[in-house]
């Protein structure tokens, strides 16, 4: 998918980016992780309801940035707006100057073609310059070889899911955005898609997911972003998160009970924050 650009409260512009973004994505002479996206008070409305209220964040090129939240948070809508599905009302974005990779919670598959098949069809379809070899690259890649000539409606979820982030990379994209990708997956198919998405991240891929798995978010994400209502509430590490969390006067025993247990540092945290 093709990478989109800035916006403002009256024009969405095509998503090349300035100078001054393009600069901040190049390696700092320092050794400092480049900033790979930057968005600046990201507001969208749907009628009279808000679903993004000024958010802000970066995120670095090689990034696990995890967006959390209760449901109606905002986090899809989010993510559908810096890949171009959807067009924010105010705002900045500023992303790589390569295509952006969207994989959406549903996979976009044909079930009744094969695994190659799919995958030849949609390096057509994004314009791929040499399918073929695009095709064999994302097998490789998603570790489906053995699998290619097998009807993705046989698959597994989690090999059906590996199929779909495949084809978000067609485009060789330095941003991905996955929407809840280990969503309806067992624990086996959960592992095997995290090892796919921690070695894209390894080599360079900045990935944005969203995830319900409070556990997932603490373990893959190396930096978390609590949305509520549409209202950025966090940005940090979990670690950050159980330190942001006040001391409402338990005893000792408690605390280091809650220190250990993310989850309830993370309903805790909401719930001061009266959500």
Same mark, same amino acid.
């Given at each position: 998918?093709? @990478? ?14 300035? !100078? ?27 009628? +009279?309801?808000?679903?993004? =209220?000024?958010? =802000?964040?970066? @995120?670095?090129?090689?990034?696990? %940035? ?11 809508? %989010? *993510?559908? &707006?810096?890949?171009? &599905?959807?067009?924010? +009302? ?8 390569? $295509? ?24 057509? *379809? /994004?314009?791929? =310059?040499?399918? /073929? ?21 046989? %698959? ?8 779909? &982030?495949? &084809? ?12 809840? !990708? ?10 095997? *898609?995290? /090892? ?6 390894? @080599? ?8 319900? +798995? ?9 930096? %978390? *972003? ?13 670690? +950050?998160?159980?330190? $942001? ?6 005893? $000792? ?23």
């Amino acid at each position: 998918m093709e @990478a989109r650009g800035a916006v403002d409260g009256t024009t969405t512009v095509r998503l090349t980016m300035d !100078p001054p973004a393009a600069d901040r994505l190049a390696a700092t002479s320092d050794g400092e992780a480049a900033v790979a996206v930057e968005v600046r008070d990201l507001s969208k409305r749907f009628g +009279d309801q808000p679903a993004l =209220s000024g958010v =802000s964040f970066t @995120a670095t090129r090689g990034e696990l %940035l995890a967006v959390i939240g209760p449901n109606g948070a905002g986090k899809t809508t %989010l *993510l559908s &707006i810096l890949a171009g &599905i959807r067009r924010a +009302d105010s705002g900045s974005i500023s992303l790589p100057s390569a $295509a952006v990779g969207w994989v959406p919670q549903q996979a976009a598959l044909y079930r009744r073609l094969t695994v190659e098949e799919n995958l030849r069809l949609f390096a057509r *379809l /994004e314009g791929v =310059s040499d399918p /073929e070899l695009a095709v064999e690259s994302m097998l490789r890649q998603a570790g489906l070889t053995e699998r290619r000539s097998d009807p993705v409606g046989e %698959l597994s979820g989690g090999s059906q899911q590996r199929v779909n &982030i495949a &084809i978000g990379l067609m485009s060789q994209p330095e941003l991905m955005l996955l929407d809840e !990708p280990s969503s309806g997956l067992d624990a086996r198919q959960r592992r095997r *898609l995290w /090892e796919f998405v921690l070695g894209l991240s390894g @080599a360079g891929t900045t990935v944005i997911f969203t995830t319900h +798995d409070l556990g997932e978010a603490e373990r893959y994400g190396d930096r %978390l *972003l609590v949305l509520a209502d549409g209202e950025r509430l966090f940005d940090g590490t979990s670690a +950050d998160l159980h330190d $942001a969390v006040e001391d409402t006067g338990a005893d $000792a025993g408690d605390r280091v009970a809650e220190e250990q247990d993310f989850e309830t540092a993370f309903v805790e945290f909401l719930g001061q924050r009266g959500h």
